[in-house]
């Protein structure tokens, strides 16, 4: 079965600058897909980016970006120029392709965006 | 706004009852997935439909039914409930299989 593990339950930064989650995952499947979530106070679950694990070039969508590398299965993000909005709580999922499409979560990464 | 809209937002109920939840998918989706989110087992898995069938199951208990209409909202049915049932339940729809999932605002669950 397939796992996602979230290593930092916290995380903190300051308005304006860089931040990076991490995320490592755990398949013997070659196609996959990779997500993160934002969910904040509100509890709505927010897509932030996708990664469809075939292509090499890493997603980005304006502020957030992520790093993919497949031979480390490792899949983290990056919010440039954090706002206050961006406080929330981030998950990583996994989502076998050809199997079922299931999102697999990790426990989430709290980011606090400080003034 | 996703698009997704579940009923009711919040639902307070007792042990031993019986409750449903409701989902309306995004127009044009035909896939519907169940989440639970609880703070001991986080966000889980619970089964998905497509298109009025059956098409995967997760970590649903037997107590634990739904079904997706012909106008292709699903109803999700929690019996016999317990204190651990308490959780945010979410639904979620996609317009084809493997594209990305679209989250409903939840239905926070309170079993007293």
């Known amino acids: 079965a397939q796992t996602v593990t979230q290593s930092q339950p916290e995380m903190s930064v300051q308005e304006a600058e860089t931040v990076t989650l991490s995320c490592t995952y755990d398949?013997?499947?070659?196609?996959?897909?990779l997500f993160w979530y934002k969910q904040p106070p509100s509890r709505q679950m927010i897509l932030v980016i996708r990664q469809e694990a075939y292509k090499q070039q890493n997603a980005t969508e304006n502020r957030f970006s992520v790093n993919f590398q497949k031979a480390a299965k490792s899949f983290s993000l990056k919010i440039s120029d954090s706002q206050l909005g961006d406080t929330a709580m981030y998950f990583c999922a996994f989502m076998d392709q050809g199997g079922s499409e299931k999102l697999v979560f990790g426990k989430g990464t709290k980011l606090t965006v400080n003034p | 706004d996703s698009g997704v809209t579940q009923t009711p937002k919040h639902l307070i109920t007792a042990t031993g009852q019986r409750v449903t939840l409701r989902c309306s998918p995004r127009s044009g989706d035909l896939s519907v997935y169940w989440y639970q989110q609880s703070l001991d087992q986080g966000l889980q898995f619970l089964i998905q439909y497509y298109n009025g069938e059956e098409r995967a199951k997760g970590n649903i208990l037997e107590r634990f039914s739904a079904q997706q209409f012909p106008d292709l909202h699903s109803e999700l049915n929690l019996s016999s409930l317990e204190l651990g049932d308490s959780a945010l339940y979410f639904c979620a729809s996609s317009v084809m299989p493997y594209n990305e999932q679209f989250f409903g605002p939840g239905t926070r669950l309170t079993v007293l």
């Open positions: 398949t013997s499947e070659n196609n996959y897909y």
